[in-house]
């Protein structure tokens, strides 16, 4: 699935410091919903999460090593 801003229910925003982010891939790996790295290295995710994906957002800023990805919300 290609990131994309989800439509509607959101209550969860991600945002990545890119000034941080060293592109490991960690995010993609465990959220594949909402984080991208594509072939021209870059970082694309969605900014707005729907609920069901609430987890896998956590999941993604637990695991970045560079501790770029901030979340901010009434889901957390
Ligand atoms: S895991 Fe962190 S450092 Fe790696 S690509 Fe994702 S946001 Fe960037």
Redesign the pocket.
């Given at each position: 699935m290609s990131p994309r801003r989800a439509l509607h229910g959101s209550s969860l925003t991600i945002s990545?410091n890119n000034g941080?982010?060293?592109?490991?891939?960690?995010?993609?790996y465990e959220a594949p919903s909402l984080?991208e790295?594509t072939e021209d290295e870059r970082?694309r995710y969605v900014t707005e999460v729907i609920p069901e994906y609430a987890d896998q957002a956590k999941a993604?800023a637990m695991?970045?090593?560079?501790r770029?990805?901030q979340l901010s919300g009434e889901q957390l």
């Open positions: 990545v941080r982010c060293h592109l490991y891939g960690v995010c993609q984080f790295l970082l993604a695991c970045c090593p560079m770029a990805i």
